[in-house]
């Protein structure tokens, strides 16, 4: 995904590889959520951790994660709104996301782009979704673009600016 261009995160995108792997996570905060979800998945195939929290540094991001089928990008809270570059992440590095947030009043997010923990009622059942996903409902979620609108930095410049 080129991401000079804020349009390709609007645009369906395929499969460019075959997906080896099963979920990568780059974890620096060992938030326990984040950590019982790695343990949950762990039960349908190998989740490998990378980062400081598991003495696992990697250079680049996108190299480690390119031939994995998922990223976990758990947000470090559920609070409504709160959304970080994890997500992104997750997306630019060509996997499907597996999230864990609350996106609030966030019209620009495509939800069918990602799986979302907190819209199952337990961890275990978001495991057991994404561990038997069929290869045909990965590429339907894979091929879904992130943003179904682009934002505006309006907001942001009447709230800096007083207008």
């Excluded at 950590?35 to 989740?47: C, F, P, T």
């Excluded at 089928?69 to 590095?93: R, S």
């Excluded at 979302?116 to 275990?124: G, M, S």
């Excluded at 879904?144 to 930095?153: D, G, H, I, K, V």
């Amino acid at each position: 995904i080129n991401t000079d261009h804020p349009d390709a995160l609007m645009k369906p995108r395929e499969i460019s590889n075959k997906k080896e792997k099963f979920v990568c996570a780059f974890i620096s905060n060992p938030e326990p959520t984040r950590m019982r979800a790695i343990k949950e998945l762990s039960r349908y195939g190998e989740v490998e951790v990378f980062g400081p929290h598991n003495n696992n540094p990697v250079a680049n991001k996108y190299d480690a994660a390119r031939n994995f089928k998922f990223m976990l990008c758990f947000e470090n809270d559920l609070f409504p709104g709160y959304i970080t570059e994890k997500l992104l992440d997750a997306y630019v590095c060509n996997t499907v996301p597996l999230y864990w947030g609350d996106f609030g009043r966030e019209p620009h997010i495509n939800r069918k782009s990602l799986v979302n923990a907190a819209d199952y009622e337990t961890l275990k059942s978001f495991s057991h979704r994404v561990g038997n996903m069929s290869q045909v409902e990965y590429e339907e979620i894979y091929s879904q673009p992130l943003l179904s609108s682009l934002p505006s930095a309006q907001p942001l410049q009447r709230a800096l600016l007083g207008g």
